[in-house]
């Protein structure tokens, strides 16, 4: 079974700009949440969709958003890019809500950085 | 919200001897905790998990304690090998959110 998918793999941008990154989850995985990682932070929750809706979000600002479609795709989307935006950023999925014990299945990460 | 504090930040050891990460966690609503280990230039991977219910958990080599008074669990490696070498995160999620949180990590050298 394809695992969880995230595109692009890298990207760079300049302060201002905005991105949208993808993620696709694993078959029958319905939650999809995503995970800022920088050195020294460790994983930073930004939200999780479950069935379309936004169930959670983290402590980030509203530059940051996202979605999930009907196929349990998801995007994020950060808008008015900082040079603190610089991150991988992650997308988990998983047959439950967070908040409940399944496992997360991690993507590679897409690489952002701001110039 | 839940806050998860994970000690050390890093961690060598000598192949062969033991490690132990611990965390902390604040809120007492949480039922479950789940360790992941990230190989360098790799996605993180669950290794172990515990529910609120369990005190211990033993895979192999790895084991994890949880002590709900004191709100901390542990994650113990016996006998390493260099391919326990990663950043190591533990998290914690409360029943009643829709929301994991994650220590900062603990990256572990095993020394050949």
Same mark, same amino acid.
């Given at each position: $079974?394809?695992?969880?998918?995230?595109?692009?793999?890298?990207?760079?941008?300049?302060?201002?700009?905005?991105?949208?990154?993808?993620?696709?989850?694993?078959?029958?995985?319905?939650?999809?949440?995503?995970?800022?990682?920088?050195?020294?932070?460790?994983?930073?929750?930004?939200?999780?969709?479950?069935?379309?809706?936004?169930?959670?979000?983290?402590?980030?600002?509203?530059?940051?958003?996202?979605?999930?479609?009907?196929?349990?795709?998801?995007?994020?989307?950060?808008?008015?890019?900082?040079?603190?935006?610089?991150?991988?950023?992650?997308?988990?999925?998983?047959?439950?809500?967070?908040?409940?014990?399944?496992?997360?299945?991690?993507?590679?990460?897409?690489?952002?950085?701001?110039? | 919200?839940?806050?998860?504090?994970?000690?050390?930040?890093?961690?060598?050891?000598?192949?062969?001897?033991?490690?132990?990460?611990?965390?902390?966690?604040?809120?007492?609503?949480?039922?479950?905790?789940?360790?992941? $280990?990230?190989?360098?230039?790799?996605?993180?991977?669950?290794?172990?998990?515990?529910?609120?219910?369990?005190?211990? $958990?033993?895979?192999?080599?790895?084991?994890?304690?949880?002590?709900?008074?004191?709100?901390?669990?542990?994650?113990?490696?016996?006998?390493?090998?260099?391919?326990?070498?990663?950043?190591?995160?533990?998290?914690?999620?409360?029943?009643?959110?829709? $929301?994991?949180?994650?220590?900062?990590?603990?990256?572990?050298?095993?020394?050949?």
């Amino acid at each position: $079974k394809a695992g969880v998918t995230q595109t692009p793999r890298y990207l760079i941008k300049t302060r201002g700009q905005q991105v949208t990154l993808s993620c696709s989850p694993i078959s029958g995985h319905r939650s999809v949440s995503w995970y800022q990682q920088t050195p020294g932070q460790g994983l930073q929750f930004l939200f999780e969709y479950f069935s379309e809706t936004q169930r959670n979000k983290g402590n980030f600002p509203g530059r940051f958003s996202g979605r999930q479609f009907s196929n349990s795709r998801s995007e994020m989307n950060v808008s008015t890019l900082e040079l603190g935006d610089s991150a991988l950023y992650l997308c988990a999925s998983s047959l439950e809500l967070l908040g409940g014990t399944g496992e997360l299945f991690f993507g590679e990460g897409s690489r952002l950085t701001v110039l | 919200g839940e806050n998860v504090e994970q000690h050390p930040s890093t961690l060598s050891v000598q192949e062969g001897d033991s490690a132990v990460i611990k965390c902390t966690y604040s809120d007492s609503a949480s039922n479950y905790f789940p360790w992941y $280990k990230q190989e360098l230039g790799k996605r993180p991977q669950l290794i172990i998990d515990i529910r609120s219910n369990v005190g211990e $958990k033993k895979d192999q080599r790895i084991a994890v304690t949880l002590n709900k008074t004191a709100k901390h669990f542990s994650l113990h490696i016996t006998e390493t090998q260099p391919e326990d070498s990663a950043v190591y995160f533990c998290a914690a999620t409360p029943s009643n959110d829709y $929301k994991l949180s994650f220590g900062a990590g603990t990256t572990v050298t095993v020394r050949a």
